[in-house]
Every structure is written in C-alpha cells, then in structure tokens.
C-alpha cells in the first residue's frame, strides 16, 4: 500500500491515537541515546531558525508548497536530536523548537486537505509541548486542533478546545494566542447558532489583540495579526448570517493581506466578502469578489483556498441560469481542472 496515499485517506477522528501516540514518544524519549555529540542550545536555535523559512512559505504560497521539504528536514535532522544526548536545559528548548516545527507540518496537512494526517501530527505537537512545560506553545497547538475540528464538522468540539486553549493560559501571558482561541470559539459558536456568545467571543478576541506587544510573542505567533483576524470575525458574522458586519471585517483583513501579499488569507477574506454579497442578494458584487478569490486562489497551493471557491459557488445556486452564475461555474471548472 502506499503510505502516502494511506496517509491521506486517514480519516479525521476526535481523539484519535492520543493515547499510543504518547506512549510511543515517551519510549522514544526514554531510550539510550545512541553514541554521537551532545545536542547545544546552537543547535536548537538552528532549527528555530529553520522555523521562520518555513512558516513564511506556508503564510504566502500555501501549505502544499512546503510540506515535502519540511517533512524531510524534520525526518532527516530534527526527530534525530530527540534520540541524541542533552542537559535538561537543552532537552526542553530542543522539545519546543520540534513541536513548533511538528506543529507546522500539521498545519500545512490541514490546509492541503488532509485531516487525518493533520491530526496526527497536531497530537504529537501538543504532547512535544508538553514536555517542554511551554504552555503558550500548547496552548496554540490546541487553537490549530480547534480550528479543524469547527471546519470538519465538529463545532461543538472546536469550542471545547478553544476553551482548554485559553485555560492553558491562566498563568501565562500570550495575548495574541488567547485573541486567536477567543476568535476560533467564536467561530464554533456562530456554527452552533449561540450569536450572542459568539458576538462576545468576537469582542473578547478584539481586546486580547489590543495587549499584543509583538516584540514579546514568539515566532509562531507572527500570523495572528489583522489579516488573520478581521478574516476569522468576517466568517463568524458571516455564518450568524450578519452580512454588514461580515463584509467589514473581510475589507480590514483584505487590506492588510494585500499590503503583505498574502494571497491565501486574501482569497479565504475575499469569499467572506463575496457570501456577504449574496447574502444581501448582490450578485453582482458577488460574482466580482468570487473572481477576486479565485484569482488569489491559483497563486498558492492551499485546498483551504479552493473550497472557498467552491463554497462560494455552491451559494450562488439559488439564484438560478444567471449568467454571472454561469460564468462563475465555467471559471470554477477550469480551476479545478487545473
């Protein structure tokens, strides 16, 4: 069988393998190291800085454009060390640096449409984190395990995870991971039909990100910013059917993700913008932002960005042989192909 194509066909589980996947990194942790040099804090910081390269390529070229080559490096260089000799010191800096990098592997399985594999990698991030006592960095990885658990279905569990996320945070000051937690539960809420609590999460998140003082978050923080933001709270008043106040926070995150280039998070906001549309029976201004996010869509490698466009066409089917909504479907057709 091929393991790729295994891998792929895995299914997301709630709950999934957390129980083997912690006893085998435990055993793995606890056996002999085999002979070799003593892993540094230089080399801890080599793999950090590895780190940035590659969360930059799955922000601006999606997460399909990366993944092969992160999956080597970890394999080839860091998962190693993890077997190599270190002070304790050096062993809970060397678990945190892997769970940043194990967790972005995750998340570009997740926006590259593998769910099962994205999960197993997310489970083994957050156990990493917990044996480096970093609890922001837990904390985040259980936003990423939110996230997908609202996206495949289970709103209910997304917002349980969120909720576990930010009361990771109760002794540990990470505004920008609890601004993002705030956003993701207010994002199940408003799948969940709960608008007031989800309007509150939404506020609630807006204040978390007022404390941010970016010289104080860590690396993997640098994407929850206003892009990220204003697009998650434009797709929370988006699914509670508010299409005002939807389609002004998809304009504030399309604004600062093309002053970045950053065309994923423009054609996720874009599709926001362009459901807003329809949901005020603008079919015009829709068909235009649905070309706009389809546009952005064949600049990154990102399933994440090709369902938008495929939800936005799937709304556009009650109004009909339009000839916008033809046009629309043709384009949608040879995106696909593509």
């Known amino acids: 069988m091929d393991r790729r194509e295994f891998l792929a066909a895995a299914p997301f589980a709630a709950s999934a393998g957390i129980g083997p996947s912690r006893d085998w990194l435990l055993n793995t942790l606890d056996q002999e190291p085999p002979p070799g040099p003593r892993v540094r804090l230089e080399d801890v910081t080599s793999v950090r800085n590895m780190f940035a390269t590659f969360q930059d390529t799955d922000v601006m070229r999606g997460g399909g454009a990366g993944r092969r080559m992160l999956t080597r490096y970890l394999n ?66 259980l936003a990423g395990l939110a996230d997908q658990a609202t996206l495949t279905g289970d709103p209910a569990e997304g917002r349980r995870l969120a909720q576990a996320g930010r009361q990771g945070l109760a002794r540990v000051e990470s505004p920008a991971c609890e601004a993002d937690l705030w956003a993701l539960e207010a994002r199940a809420l408003a799948v969940l039909g709960e608008g007031t609590a989800a309007v509150r999460a939404v506020r609630a998140s807006e204040a978390a990100f007022g404390r941010v003082d970016g010289g104080r978050e860590p690396l993997w923080a640098t994407f929850i ?92 089917v009650p109004f009909g042989p339009h000839p916008l909504v033809t046009d629309f479907t043709e384009r949608v057709r040879v995106l696909r192909a593509a």
């Open 225 to 316: 910013d206003p892009a990220y933001l204003h697009g998650e709270y434009a797709n929370t008043f988006r699914d509670l059917r508010r299409p005002t106040e939807a389609a002004e926070h998809a304009r504030e995150s399309i604004r600062h993700a093309r002053s970045q280039r950053r065309a994923r998070r423009g054609a996720l906001s874009q599709a926001a913008l362009a459901v807003s549309y329809l949901q005020r029976g603008e079919l015009e201004g829709a068909h235009a932002a649905g070309v706009r996010t389809l546009r952005l869509a064949t600049r990154v490698a990102s399933s994440r960005a090709v369902g938008a466009v495929r939800d936005v066409q799937r709304r556009m």
């Open 76 to 141: 080839g260089h860091v998962y190693p060390l993890l077997r190599r000799a270190y002070a304790e010191e050096v062993r809970r800096a060397l678990c945190a640096a892997t769970a940043e990098q194990t967790y972005l592997l995750g998340w570009m399985a997740f926006d590259d449409g593998e769910q099962g594999t994205a999960q197993r990698f997310l489970i083994q991030a957050l156990r990493l984190a917990e044996e480096a006592r970093d609890a922001a960095l837990g904390a985040h990885v």
